[in-house]
């Protein structure tokens, strides 16, 4: 009954991405259910009367793999989707996609529509399944992605995937992760652990749609807790910004910029605080000669890949990016 009830809920999940909210792999993990797509289209439908939910699209031609196991901590297994084009006898490149939520909600199969039209357009790619603040505190989820990464290396050839082009993309909390994983990209003692250890966890691009690059900076509104209701950002962290501001600093793409750092897309709502720091970044990738682009798509709301048209928008910029830098 449990094998028939996961795969029943996956199969819905594959035609209704949002009733994948309610199909959880470990429903004993404490979860925050406060962001999902169904709530995110109530909220933004009012006023933008012309959007639907995002869907997965036509899946004849894709090789779709659900939940595969990719890590485990003790019992905890950690999932990954991984969707490649069909009849490609070439290997393909990745692209590892990290889900939205603050860092304690979400879940890996709301980037599925995401997905789908990348490998239908050329690409694998890996939905991950990271831990959760309610679960695990920073930098555990960095640290997850990253052996998400080793994973496709370590697995590159049962799949036909191409270890030498993977690029990491993440939306609103994950795109924080990613930008930070893409910045850094290299080994750094505090991201790292045993898993898949002997190969590499850099990645050749980075897409960040709408991702914070900076939690402490003139243009940031992070770390703004209340009494008694700490931010989504000092939850993670486990201590606030001015008890540890080095601490969030750390996790600040703008200040991990090196010669190291991967080109850069950055994909940006009209939500302006959720581009804090970015001119800066922008400065320094360009005075290492690290290739990038910002597009912005005007009069959106901060979770707008969620959504027609305006995810259509958003691949006209993410799929010439990753044909330029992995094709």
């Not at 697995?155 to 850094?184: E, R, W």
């Not at 290299?186 to 050749?204: G, M, W």
């Not at 509104?221 to 080095?246: I, Y």
Request: charged residues 20%; hydrophobic residues 40%; glycine residues 6%.
């Amino acid at each position: 009954m449990k094998r028939f009830l996961l795969a029943f809920f996956s199969g819905l999940s594959l035609i209704f991405p949002a009733l994948a909210q309610h199909y959880r792999l470990h429903p004993d993990i404490p979860v925050d259910s406060s962001y999902s797509a169904q709530k995110e289209w109530k909220k933004h439908s009012k006023k933008y009367q012309a959007i639907t939910l995002a869907d997965v699209g036509n899946t004849e031609k894709l090789q779709i793999n659900n939940d595969v196991v990719y890590a485990k901590y003790g019992k905890r297994e950690m999932h990954l989707d991984l969707v490649r084009p069909k009849g490609v006898s070439k290997k393909v490149p990745v692209v590892v996609i990290v889900h939205a939520g603050g860092w304690r909600s979400g879940e890996k199969n709301m980037d599925r529509p995401m997905a789908y039209e990348l490998s239908r357009n050329g690409f694998a790619t890996v939905c991950v399944e990271y831990r959760l603040s309610m679960e695990a505190r920073y930098p555990a989820a960095i640290q997850d992605v990253k052996a998400a990464i080793r994973w496709v290396r370590a697995n590159a050839k049962t799949y036909g995937l191409n270890p030498d082009k993977v690029a990491i993309m993440g939306t609103s909390a994950g795109g924080q992760l990613a930008s930070l994983i893409g910045s850094v990209n290299e080994p750094f003692a505090k991201y790292q652990n045993e898993l898949y250890k002997k190969y590499s966890d850099r990645v050749q691009a980075v897409v960040d749609v709408d991702g914070v690059l900076a939690f402490l900076h003139p243009e940031s509104s992070e770390g703004q807790d209340q009494p008694g209701k700490p931010s989504a950002a000092t939850l993670w962290f486990g201590v606030s910004a001015k008890e540890n501001p080095a601490l969030w600093n750390e996790a600040s793409a703008l200040h991990r910029v090196n010669k190291h750092s991967a080109p850069f897309l950055f994909v940006n709502s009209a939500q302006a605080r959720f581009h804090a720091g970015q001119n800066d970044m922008v400065n320094k990738l360009n005075q290492l000669k690290i290739y990038n682009e910002v597009h912005q798509i005007p009069d959106t709301p901060h979770t707008f890949w969620l959504f027609h048209p305006w995810l259509d928008t958003a691949m006209t910029y993410i799929i010439p990016f990753l044909n330029k830098t992995l094709k």
